[in-house]
Structure formats: structure tokens, C-alpha cells
């Protein structure tokens, strides 16, 4: 009984990470102080969930490392330092929820690392999730997971059209040092926008997943980059058509 509680309280953990990643990262949908809040929140939450997920922690220098672990565990350190990085640099720029941090870094240099680390976040997070999919979706039946990855790799090209359009890689760069944001689009649509971005990190996390673990035959296998290849192919014919 523990277990399932324990277990449920995991998933609504994640649920409301995932929410809140989605609307912070639409600016011009929250505005300045409902974002410091949200970010707040995300703060606390993700305290949270690690504490609810210590146990990985307590296993990090355990075992044997597979090519899947070697993975989780360098997409799970990089988030970890990436999202530590951004509360940093936004409480340094808090005007609101935290304003006695505010000068803790150069305001110029905060600016600047919490565009291009709360982006890597966004990215690390997406493949975080992506990793854990296969195990999500492995009670489904066979159609049921072609049916999933079919309206996956839909979404995640435009997604990836999404990325590239919004000139996001030069945000993850440093070579911007301002986010450029988008008025003009219904808030309801950004926060679609941002799940088809996301969606096309959970899928390249989804493929990685499946790459790196042995199937029924104890082999790897390759199959899944056929779905990524097919997500990538339509972002790019989206991008130079429009």
C-alpha cells in the first residue's frame, strides 16, 4: 500500500513539474511575477521529486553500468547542474519573490546564463522523460504503442520546427541576450507550442531508451531511429517551406 501511494505521489510530482516547466517557459504568458512565483514552485517541487527519487541517488556509485545507465545517469547530471544554474541566475534577477537575492550575480550575466540554461533545462528535461518512456508505455499493446509513436513523431517535427523557427539554438549558445517573445499568438497555443518543443526532446529520449537497452533477444536495436529520422525529415520540410 505504501508502495502505491508512494508511487502515485511520484507521478503527481511529475505531472505538476511538467505544467509548470510548460508555462515557464512562456514569458509572455505569465509576465514577470507570476513567473518568479512559478519558478519558485518549480524550485520546491523538483526538491521534492529528488527527494522522493533518493534512492538514485544512493545507488549512483552501485552496480554495473549499462549503456541505458551510463545514459540516465549523464542526461541526469546535466539537468541536475542546468536547473540549479537557472534558479540561480533567476533569483539574482528577483524582483518579486526574492528580491534580497537580487545583484547575487551580475544582473548582465544572470540574464544571459538563465536564457541559455533554462533552455538546456527544458532539453535535458524532455530527454529525462523520453528515458523513462519506454517503461511508461509498456503495458500498452503492440498497436497501442505504434499508435503512440506515430502521433509522437507527428508532433515532435513540428516541435523541432518550433525549436529551430524560434531561433532557440543560439539562445542555448550564449550568442543572444535577450529571448525574443511572441505577443501576437493565443497563450493557449504557446503552451501547445511549448509541449511540441518538449516532445520532440521525450522522443529523442524515447529513441536513446531503446538504443541503449537490450530487447527479448538481448540485443540492441536500431528500428526506433526510424521514428526520430521521420520526426527530424518533417521539422526540416516545415522549416524550408515556410
Known amino acids: 500500500m505504501q508502495t502505491k501511494t508512494t508511487n502515485l505521489i511520484k507521478r503527481i510530482v511529475d505531472a505538476v513539474l511538467t505544467v509548470l516547466l510548460l508555462f515557464l517557459m512562456a514569458f509572455q504568458v505569465t509576465g514577470d511575477v507570476l513567473h518568479e512565483w512559478l519558478g519558485i514552485g518549480m524550485t520546491v517541487t523538483l526538491v521534492l521529486h529528488n527527494i522522493l ?3 538514485w541517488y544512493k545507488a549512483v556509485f552501485k552496480g554495473k553500468y549499462s549503456p541505458y545507465r551510463i545514459t540516465m545517469t549523464a542526461v541526469n547530471s546535466l539537468m541536475l547542474v542546468s536547473i540549479a544554474l537557472t534558479a540561480l541566475s533567476g533569483m539574482s534577477m528577483s524582483g518579486h519573490a526574492v528580491p534580497f ?10 540574464r544571459e546564463l538563465h536564457l541559455a540554461m533554462s533552455y538546456w533545462s527544458f532539453i535535458f528535461m524532455g530527454l ?13 499493446p503492440e498497436k ?36 525574443f517573445l511572441d ?8 503552451i501547445l507550442q ?49
Open 183 to 190: 505577443y501576437t499568438t493565443a497563450k493557449w497555443l504557446i
Open 53 to 55: 527519487n533518493r534512492k
Open 144 to 179: 497501442g504503442k505504434i499508435i503512440f509513436k506515430v502521433i509522437l513523431t507527428g508532433v515532435s517535427g513540428v516541435g523541432l520546427w518550433l525549436f529551430i523557427r524560434g531561433d532557440i539554438v543560439n539562445y542555448i549558445l550564449f550568442r543572444a541576450h535577450f529571448a
Open 194 to 242: 511549448n509541449l511540441a518543443m518538449l516532445l520532440f526532446f521525450v522522443l529523442v529520449g524515447y529513441t536513446l531508451s531503446e538504443l541503449t537497452q537490450k530487447n527479448g533477444e538481448k540485443k540492441y536495436s536500431a528500428k526506433s531511429l526510424l521514428w526520430l529520422v521521420c520526426a527530424i525529415a518533417a521539422g526540416a520540410v516545415l522549416f524550408f517551406c515556410t
Open 101 to 110: 537575492m537580487y545583484g547575487l550575480i551580475n544582473v548582465m550575466t544572470a
Open 128 to 140: 529525462h522523460i523520453g528515458l523513462h518512456m519506454k517503461a511508461m508505455t509498456a503495458k500498452l
